[in-house]
């Protein structure tokens, strides 16, 4: 792990960092010394790992001790796009503008980036566990709509997750592998989202087969989560990892 910058603001300390290919961002309190408490945190589609709702999330979760990372996805951000997902996300497009149901669509450039993901995911968590300021303490997971594509077969991957926040996504090409989450988590939905049917949302959350998870659901449209969410997912996550 090769950190390329460093900056202090607020009580927080941000370094952006490569691994190999990988590029991402560390989030942890100033003068952090000791085993903490991580929280992966994974970006939407068409999104990075500075997105400002990323960071924003990152900062407040960061000001209350936890150590927090996020990545650039495959073909995001600052990496480089393949021809072949180019032509994924332009069938999404299309098929998304003529009014098909993008379930299907959606689950297809999911399941195209979930192996690359999983695998930079897992390296990644390694690295900075590696850090004296981290520690190999407990880990959540926190990512919504293509967080959550590729946060769920992450889940089935990673035993050092505990915890973790999802939601705004659909069953489609997700409910083998939810069937195989037993962590806690926090389910997201937006009631009028317009990008993921309801009825897919609430699939996919009966098909977690975690004995603690809880529904919550906004009025609004798929960008329209309330800030109190951010809130609420922090107290979520110091009653699962301390």
């Not at 939407?44 to 709702?53: F, I, L, S, Y």
């Not at 009014?99 to 930079?120: I, T, Y």
């Not at 900075?128 to 590729?150: E, I, N």
């Amino acid at each position: 792990m090769r950190f390329t910058s460093t900056t202090s603001s607020d009580g927080v300390t941000e370094q952006f960092f490569t691994l190999d290919e990988i590029p991402g961002v560390l989030w942890t309190p100033d003068g952090a010394s000791g085993t903490r408490p991580l929280i992966l945190l994974g970006h939407g589609g068409r999104q990075h790992k500075t997105a400002p709702g990323t960071v924003a999330r990152a900062r407040r979760y960061a000001a209350e001790g936890f150590a927090v990372v996020a990545i650039d996805a495959p073909h995001h951000g600052d990496r480089p796009q393949s021809e072949e997902f180019g032509r994924i996300a332009a069938a999404l497009r299309a098929g998304t503008a003529a009014g098909e149901d993008p379930g299907a669509l959606v689950a297809d450039m999911h399941g195209h980036l979930a192996g690359r993901a999983v695998a930079d995911w897992r390296a990644v968590l390694t690295a900075v566990q590696r850090l004296d300021r981290v520690g190999a303490g407990p880990v959540g997971y926190c990512g919504l709509s293509m967080g959550c594509g590729l946060g769920i077969p992450l889940l089935v991957a990673e035993p050092r997750i505990r915890a973790a926040v999802l939601g705004l996504l659909g069953v489609h090409g997700l409910a083998e592998d939810a069937a195989r989450i037993t962590v806690p988590v926090r389910f997201v939905v937006q009631w009028d989202d317009r990008l993921v049917p309801r009825d897919q949302s609430l699939a996919l959350y009966d098909a977690l087969a975690s004995p603690e998870k809880t529904l919550y659901a906004n009025p609004g449209n798929h960008g329209d989560v309330p800030s109190f969410e951010l809130d609420d997912s922090l107290r979520f996550f110091t009653r699962h990892l301390g």
